[in-house]
């Protein structure tokens, strides 16, 4: 099976190509603002590097929130798109628990990991797992908006933490959770979530009720965007 992993949930675009269950291309693009103008090139690169027609692709395993409004359509409107040439089964993935595996892939004990966007006005996205071996990942809690008191209470010295700005030079949320956790900066440490996508994907490939047709597959902001908040 060929599973093709797409993550464009924040300001990276992170792209996967993996054949049964091994990753044979990844590529990333950290560049903010970018992804409808990469997106198409960085899966035919992914393609092209691992060999692979598009046709060929059986599965997508995608980032579907929360995250980038923007980012979030984007990736989705591609992945419908190219559906539309051959019909494939798709998986939407918290973009939180592939922020969580991205951290814990080379992580051989078990931890609890925490992952947070920041979603503006004062609150975050944040979910809780735990990764065995660097590979399966447990859901511990749902994912959630909140402010981020309710997350530095849950939060121990022994708990990991990975957080992302999503791009907002200027954010300040995260400050409070210094000493909080072990923390780790998405933004700076380039993790592959593209992969992760694609590891997520085959670990949930013989769960029939987890992949959906590509048509039925909607993003999941867990927030309002600004303009709807104005309008309540």
Known sequence: MIVLGIDTSSTDLSICLSVDDSPVSTVCRYVRNSHAEHITQAVKLSLELGGVDVSDVTHIAVSAGP????????????????????????????????????????????????????????????????????????????????????????????DLLVTDTMGYQRSAVFNQFADKAEIINAEKSSLQRGLSCASLGFASINDENAWLPANLIVPNYLQMSAAEEKAC
């Not at 798709?90 to 973009?95: D, T, W």
Request: hydrophobic share 35%; proline share 3%; glycine share 10%.
């Open 67 to 158: 995250g980038s409004f923007t980012g979030l359509r984007i990736g989705l409107s591609f992945v419908k798109g190219l559906c539309m040439m051959t019909e494939r089964r798709v998986i939407p993935l918290s973009s939180l628990m592939v922020l969580a595996h991205a951290a814990g892939y080379r992580r051989n004990q078990y931890r609890k990991i925490y992952t947070a966007l920041d979603a503006r006005q004062g609150r975050i996205h944040w979910g809780c797992f735990g990764i065995d071996g660097g590979r399966k990942i447990n859901r511990l809690a749902d994912d959630r908006l909140s402010s981020p008191e309710e997350l530095i209470n849950e939060l121990s010295p022994d």
